[in-house]
């Protein structure tokens, strides 16, 4: 299994980013997709997650603010971030769970500027 995330970038705070992550490989349809994040001197933290049957969670730092969706015909998890904020500054992480395994994406930098 392998996942390949992107989308990541700088932008102005107030602004918008959306990034994708695509699996492949044996995917069971059974699963959970996420992102975390891991800012310089911080732990990862997780950023939102959603399962195959569209149930999502979000920390309570991105509510209101970040939307998590999936297209299960392409394996592919998506984070629309808006409203950003510097404190979002971060290298963002996707990750596969099923059958209890994790599965992690390469990181993708994300930049907000004040």
């Known amino acids: 299994v392998q996942l390949q995330a992107s989308g990541g970038g700088l932008v102005q705070a107030g602004g918008s980013l959306r990034l994708s992550c695509a699996a492949s490989g044996s995917i069971f349809r059974v699963n959970v997709m996420g992102w975390y994040r891991q800012a310089p001197g911080k732990q990862r933290e997780l950023v939102a997650a959603?399962?195959?049957?569209?149930?999502?969670m979000y920390a309570d730092s991105v509510k209101g603010r970040f939307t998590i969706s999936r297209d299960n015909a392409k394996n592919t998890v998506y984070l629309q971030m808006n409203s950003l904020k510097p404190e979002d500054t971060a290298v963002y992480y996707c990750k596969l769970e099923m059958h209890s395994i994790h599965y992690w994406g390469q990181g993708t930098q994300v930049t907000v500027s004040s």
């Open positions: 959603i399962t195959s049957a569209d149930i999502t």
